[in-house]
C-alpha cells in the first residue's frame, strides 16, 4: 500500500483519551482540533517547568538525494521502538509546508509504518499555524506600506525596506515583482519580493520563542527598514506592528499533539526549512516534550551540515538544550547516489559507488561527533533492493570508521523495526551526560563564524564575499556579533553546487547575501545560488494529488 492508504486505514484513537492514558494529560489543558488533534495549553506547558527533563535524541542525515533517506520516517519508528521496549518516549517533528507537499516531496509525515496521523491533515492545512504565521508576516508588510502611503512620520527610506511579502507555496514567478503601481491610490511604486512563509523571520521567532511575551518582545525587534542615513533602523515596534502580530499567533504559539500509526504521542510543531532557515521544531515543542518523557526524540531538516548543524549552534544555544546522543540517517541507495550512480540504476548492487559513496557519511560523522561533540549511530533505512554484499560492506566501513551502524526496518515494520537501534541510543544516551560543542564561540566576529562553518564542516577552503557584504558584517559585529548564524545553503552537497556529490573539499564558499534577523537573534548568510522562495519541478506533486466524491484524499506520500 502507499504512505496514504497505510495512513487511511490506521487504527487512530481520539486523541483527547490517549493524551491523558499515554501522559495523564486532562482534558481540561487541551484545545481540540477535531477527533484526532489538539493544542496543548500555554498554562499546562507552563506547568511542567519543575519537573525533570527527559534525554534530548537528534535525528539527522547524509546530504540528501533524489533517492531519499528518510529522517522523518527514522523519527517516528525510532520513537515506537523506545515506547516498544519500554520506555517512555515522545516524538518532536516540524510541521510540512505546503510548498513541497504540492511541489517536490508529496508529504512530511513520515512514511509506511513509521507515520504521524492523521498524515492528510498533517501535510494540508493541520491547525492553521502557517497560515496564522503568513497572516502576521504580511500584516506587518501591510502596515510599512500604509505607514509610507500615509505620510511616513517615521522617514521610512523604500529604497531601504528589508521586509519581504510571504505565501506557503512553491511560486518563482513571486520572487521579484513590483507593487504600487495603478496610482496615487495604490501606494508609492517600488520593487519588492516574495519568500516562502518558512523563511519568514516570524516562523524563526515562533520557533524560538518560550512564552507569549517573549513572542511580542521578539516581533517588536524585527527590523524592517532604515531612515535615509541608511543607518538608523525602524523597528515593527515603531509602526505599532507587534501586538497585532502576537494576537494573530496566540494559538500558533501552543504545541499541536497528534500520534503515530502505533499510537505513541507526537508533537508536530514550528517548520522553517534548514536549507533557507534555521530547520527546527519550536522550543516550546521540545522543551514540553522534555517535561513529559524520559527519552524525547527530534529531527532537524536535510543533512547534518546544515539542520543538526542549527540544531546545535542556533536552537541548543539560544534556548540551552542539551542532546545526548545523534541518530544519522543514511540509505544504501543514496550513498550509491553520491558514488556517481544515475537515479534510475540505484536499485541495482554497485559495491565500488557505494564505497566511493561513503565518504559524505564519513564527513557528517565526523562533524557530528568530533565538531558537536557527540556520540553518534548510523541507522540504515533499509529497501528491499539492499542486497547482502552491499550492507556488509557498509557495515565493515562504519566499524573502520569506529561508528555503531545498524539496520532499521521501520517503513516496513514499524516500532518493531527499529528496536535494534532504539538499544543502541538508550545505551549511548544513559552512560554519558547530556551536552554538546558549538561549531564556533559565540564573541567570534561574524564573518569568522561564517569561515568557521565552511572550513570545518563543508571543507571548504575559505569563503568570499563583495566588500559590501563584508562592511555589514564588520557593522553589526557592533550590536549583533554574539548572534549566531543561518547559512543558508543547497542541502544537496557540502559545497555551494549541488551537482558536487560525496565529500568535496577545497572549495570556495561565496557568500552572495547577508540579512539580520533581529527578532530571531540570528544573522541569515546566504552562500552561492539559494533562493529563499523555491519553484515548482517540471512534474509537481501537485498533478497526483486528488480527492474524490466521498472526501478521500490520493496521492499525498
Known sequence: MSDIEIAQKANIKPIIGLAQERFGIAAEHLDPYGHYKAKLSLDYVNNLKDEKDGKLILVTAISPTPAGEGKTTTTVGLGDALNRIGKKAMICLREPSLG???????????????????MEDINLHFTGDFHAIGVAHNLLSALIDNHITQGNALGIDPRRIQWKRVVDMNDRALRKIIIGLGGVGNGYAREDSFDIVVASEVMAILCLATNLADLKERLGRIVIGYKADGKTAIYARDLKAHGAMAALLKDAIKPNLVQTLENNLAIIHGGPFANIAHGCNTVTATKTALKLADYVVTEAGFGADLGAEKFIDIKCRIAELKPSAVVLVATIRALKFHGGVNKEDLNQENLAALEKGFENLERHYRNITQHYGLPCVVSINHFTFDTKAELDLLMLKCNELGAKCVVAKH???????????????????DHREPGCSFVYEENLPLWYKIEAIATRLYGASGITATSKIKNQLLAWDEHYGKFPICMAKTQMSFSTNPNLKGAPSGHNVEITEVRLANGAGFI?????????????????????????DDGRITGLF
Open 524 to 548: 541569515v548568510a546566504l552562500a552561492g545560488d539559494i533562493m529563499t522562495m523555491p519553484g515548482l519541478p517540471k512534474e509537481p506533486a501537485a498533478e497526483r494529488i486528488d480527492i474524490d
Open 100 to 118: 513541497p507537499c504540492f511541489g517536490m516531496k508529496g508529504g512530511a509525515a513520515g512514511g509506511g509504518y513509521a507515520q504521524v496521523v492523521p
Open 411 to 429: 517503513w516496513a515494520e514499524g516500532g518493531a523495526g527499529a528496536e535494534t537501534l532504539a538499544h543502541e541510543i538508550v545505551a549511548l544516551a
